[in-house]
């Protein structure tokens, strides 16, 4: 009894910090609740605005769950990139139905910022590359092995240019989650998206 207590306390504790300031929600919940996390990791946290649209290739069940504009969180790097939490739920239930983490410089930036922090990250990939397996190993620690997962980022042909990506997908018969690494002149993220499929 006294293990299983003292293992549940560390796994709790384990939660609570393994990602430091990048504690992900996993439970599909009220947006109420995630407000209350997100104010749990910091008191003084950067709520924003902003309009965001969901297409069905991001979002498989867009047509079945029309969501808000979603409850975005800015939080601060605490190692190289800043977070961008966006939580999209349904308006008359308040359910959450799909999380994206953005690990991005710049996000919401104007375009005459984003040129510039473009020129300077153009020259990172080797940063952006451990970043991403650093966050897939903690990935990997709490929700166990992926379904799928690229062992190097490969090169997408495009019409206007090449760019590198990675992928590792955790496909469930509740959710779907997938850690995402774009690399190219215009984008460079690494981005968590989660969505449960009732």
């Given at each position: 009894?006294?293990?299983?207590?003292?293992?549940?306390?560390?796994?709790?504790?384990?939660?609570?910090?393994?990602?430091?300031?990048?504690?992900?929600?996993?439970?599909?919940?009220?947006i109420s609740?995630?407000?209350?996390?997100?104010?749990?990791?910091?008191?003084?946290?950067?709520?924003?605005?902003?309009?965001?649209?969901?297409?069905?290739?991001?979002?498989p069940l867009?047509?079945?769950?029309?969501?808000?504009?979603?409850?975005?969180?800015?939080?601060?790097?605490?190692?190289?990139?800043?977070?961008?939490?966006?939580?999209?739920?349904?308006?008359?239930?308040?359910?959450?139905?799909?999380?994206?983490?953005?690990?991005?410089?710049?996000?919401?930036?104007?375009?005459?910022?984003?040129?510039?922090?473009?020129?300077?990250?153009?020259?990172?990939?080797?940063?952006?590359?451990?970043?991403?397996?650093?966050?897939?190993?903690?990935?990997?620690?709490?929700?166990?092995?992926?379904?799928?997962?690229?062992?190097?980022?490969?090169?997408?042909?495009?019409?206007?240019?090449?760019?590198?990506?990675?992928?590792?997908?955790?496909?469930?018969?509740?959710?779907?989650?997938?850690?995402?690494?774009?690399?190219?002149?215009?984008?460079?993220?690494?981005r968590l998206?989660?969505?449960?499929?009732?």
């Open positions: 009894m006294k293990l299983t207590l003292a293992f549940a306390l560390a796994s709790l504790f384990y939660l609570k910090t393994a990602f430091g300031q990048e504690k992900i929600w996993t439970k599909q919940s009220k609740e995630v407000v209350a996390f997100e104010k749990d990791i910091d008191p003084t946290t950067t709520f924003l605005s902003k309009n965001v649209s969901l297409p069905r290739e991001y979002y867009a047509n079945k769950y029309r969501v808000a504009n979603p409850l975005i969180v800015q939080r601060k790097a605490l190692e190289y990139l800043p977070i961008y939490a966006e939580y999209f739920y349904t308006p008359g239930d308040s359910i959450l139905r799909l999380v994206s983490y953005d690990w991005e410089k710049g996000r919401y930036d104007n375009l005459f910022d984003k040129q510039k922090i473009w020129k300077e990250e153009n020259k990172n990939f080797e940063t952006y590359n451990s970043e991403y397996e650093r966050i897939k190993k903690s990935l990997i620690a709490q929700m166990g092995t992926p379904t799928s997962a690229d062992r190097a980022a490969k090169t997408i042909k495009n019409e206007t240019s090449d760019y590198l990506e990675r992928n590792t997908l955790w496909e469930t018969e509740v959710a779907h989650m997938e850690l995402n690494m774009i690399f190219s002149a215009t984008t460079h993220r690494i998206t989660l969505y449960w499929k009732q």
